[in-house]
């Protein structure tokens, strides 16, 4: 019950910021429309833990914002080996530990390693991610225990 | 400060982040076509997707100020930093599940991830 | 407004890079990571367009098309790795 009324709420804040029309009738019909949403996703058993975008913490938002320096850092980094007039690529394809519980956290660590350019995760098992790197320098595995220890840190429990 | 000043600013700032975003949008999609094979042009598609993308609509944003046009430009940056990296991810394992593999592969360790999947795909 | 149109001209310089990759191939994956760069790519022009036409409404068409965008490249790679879009692999066993 308390997933439904949280995923009304988001779902409505949403039409809120998406119409911008505040007349009665208008908000009535937006109203009944978020209503059917949270029907159909309760009838198709969707209600679980990811239902509900409470994983928007703090936290998550401060670690975004260290997210996003490092992903300019090796921006610039692969700009310069894309720049570079002898490209020194040597690609690596390596086996990246990953400590966190939840599969919520896999997937926030796998996706900030895609995010940050000259590493892409590949596949995952065994509690370890496969990491394609564009050069030596981007396989270090000093960046990706950083970021594992950060991603284990900001996660859901 | 008077208004015209605020909208120098305004102007000076947003025209900082649309010449960045230009300039790693077309070293992003130079890299696409010079880097050598598919797996090393994720990475270039990865420099236009992530920094390129966002600077641009960070510099749209400076420019909307606070209006429903920012409100909706801060979403359309949510879906892209959400799932540009998925769309990646998906690409680079289709290529690993089809065979593809790296030009000039210094270090392999794919085996210690999947184990048989590797080798069946080795194999064929 | 020569701000947007410079912005939206490097846009149109970076499209048409991508357009070479799109035809040069070689691999079906070079295509799809091509297809996927160029509708970011669009999404970022819609918005501009919106700006420079003085019409909000663009950067809802932009935000249809990132979500659009995604769901078919996804819509691709599923297609050609299993042959068909419907019944997913739903035990995960016909791999």
């Not at chain 1, 720049?83 to 896999?106: D, V």
């Not at chain 2, 209006?67 to 892209?80: D, E, N, P, R, Y």
Request: hydrophobic content about 55%; aromatic content about 10%; proline content about 3%.
């Amino acid at each position: 019950m308390t997933k439904a009324v949280g995923l009304l709420i988001a779902l409505f804040a949403l039409w809120l910021a998406l119409s911008g029309y505040f007349k009665p009738f208008l908000l009535t019909l937006g109203i009944l429309s978020c209503l059917f949403t949270v029907f159909i996703a309760a009838r198709m058993k969707l209600l679980d833990e990811e239902a509900v975008p409470l994983q928007l913490r703090l936290s998550l938002l401060l670690y975004w914002g260290w997210l996003g320096r490092e992903v300019f850092k090796s921006a610039v980094a692969v700009s310069k080996v894309i720049l570079a007039r002898q490209m020194p690529i040597s690609q690596q394809l390596i086996a990246i530990p990953c400590t966190q519980k939840t599969e919520m956290g896999h997937v926030i660590f796998a996706n900030s390693i895609t995010l940050t350019p000259g590493t892409v995760t590949v596949e995952a098992g065994g509690g370890r991610f496969l990491v394609h790197a564009l050069t030596e320098g981007f396989a270090a595995p000093e960046g990706f225990a950083e970021m594992d220890k950060r991603v284990t840190a900001v996660e859901v429990r | 400060m008077d208004m015209s000043t605020i909208d120098l600013l305004r102007d000076i700032a947003s025209g900082i982040a649309f010449a960045a975003g230009a300039v790693f949008l077309l070293i992003g999609t130079f890299g696409l076509i010079r880097l050598p094979d598919v797996w090393s042009r994720l990475h270039a598609a990865g420099i236009v997707d992530t920094v390129g993308a966002e600077l641009m609509l960070v510099g749209m944003m400076i420019q909307a100020g606070f209006t429903q046009a920012t409100v909706k430009l801060l979403l359309i940056s949510l879906f892209l930093f959400i799932t540009s990296p998925t769309a990646t991810h998906a690409v680079a394992n289709a290529a690993f599940i089809a065979g593809i593999r790296p030009v000039r592969l210094r270090r392999n360790e794919a085996a210690e991830v999947i184990g048989e999947t590797a080798k069946k795909a080795a194999k064929s | 407004m020569p701000m947007f149109l410079a912005a939206a001209a490097a846009i149109f310089v970076a499209i048409l890079l991508v357009l070479i990759r799109l035809f040069a191939g070689p691999t079906l994956y070079d295509r799809v990571l091509a297809v996927n760069t160029f509708g970011t790519l669009t999404v970022l022009l819609l918005s501009i367009l919106g700006f420079i036409t003085g019409r909000p409404d663009f950067l809802d068409i932009a935000m249809l098309y990132a979500l659009i965008n995604f769901v078919s490249t996804i819509a691709i790679l599923k297609f050609f790795r299993y042959r068909a879009l419907g019944r997913a692999s739903a035990n995960g066993e016909d791999r």
